[in-house]
């Protein structure tokens, strides 16, 4: 099955919502031109990171969520990116996933928080991970900080993932652990990952681009560059993942029973 996959990488700027939401409308609309299946949006991409102001953004993406569905289901596309959002009086960094007819197929809370931005001082985290079921197969999401956590996408592939849809506002500081961690994912869970980061600054924060798609086998399908706002796209072949999984056995050679972190 092959996919074409777009990352819209922007210049998410804290606070602006109308104009940040206008920029992802413009980038769906490029990924429908390109053919593309899928397109996915930076961390937070509708406020940024002004968590001081999590419940007003909340409230707004209510409106900005049922917008997304509704280019979602003009264009023909599954749309996902992480927002903020409010749940029984906790508020939360909730990837949504949005299918092709318009409709939220799936929403991860990250798990994960981020202390060096703050997050665990304005937001809860999440308490599962979350699976996303397509006709092409099986998607995992995640977010940013997830990304140094191997447990995590090793639990998804033992569960017959394919491909990881990742969200990041990832600094520029720190890209090469960006750039390094994205293909030791991929290479050791025998996956695709699609990556997207976003560009610009944020008060201190520079974020570092190179949003990306890796394939199992670890080479990258496309990359974005570290400081410009575009939309980069990519096709992957999720029979690839099969084929590599035969191939070099990694998961079913596994020992779960000495080392015990992940078990199936």
């Not at 924060?205 to 199992?216: L, T």
């Amino acid at each position: 099955m092959k996919l074409r996959i777009s990352l819209a990488q922007t210049n998410v700027k804290s606070g602006e919502v109308e104009r940040n939401l206008e920029r992802a409308l413009i980038m769906t609309q490029k990924a429908a031109e390109q053919g593309s299946d899928i397109v996915l949006l930076p961390e937070l991409w509708s406020s940024g990171y002004d968590l001081q102001n999590r419940q007003l953004y909340s409230q707004q993406n209510i409106t900005i969520i049922e917008q997304l569905c509704k280019a979602a289901r003009q264009r023909h596309l599954i749309i996902g990116g992480s927002i903020i959002e409010e749940k029984m009086g906790n508020f939360y960094n909730t990837f949504v996933l949005i299918n092709s007819e318009g409709k939220i197929q799936a929403k991860y809370s990250k798990i994960h928080l981020f202390t060096l931005m703050e997050e665990d001082k304005f937001l809860q985290p999440g308490d599962s991970l979350q699976i996303a079921s397509f006709p092409f197969g099986n998607a995992g999401l995640a977010v940013c900080y997830d990304l140094r956590f191997p447990e995590m996408f090793r639990s998804y592939a033992v569960k017959d993932v394919g491909l990881i849809l990742l969200c990041a506002q990832w600094p520029a500081k720190r890209a090469y652990h960006w750039q390094t961690l994205l293909r030791a994912r991929a290479i050791e869970d025998q996956l695709f990952f699609a990556a997207v980061n976003c560009v610009g600054q944020d008060g201190a924060y520079v974020f570092a681009g190179n949003s990306a798609i890796i394939s199992p086998w670890g080479e990258t399908i496309i990359e974005a560059s570290g400081t410009q706002e575009e939309l980069v796209t990519g096709e992957i072949d999720l029979g690839q993942v099969t084929e590599v999984r035969r191939t070099m056995t990694v998961l079913l050679d596994r020992r779960p029973d000495l080392y015990g972190a992940v078990r199936t």
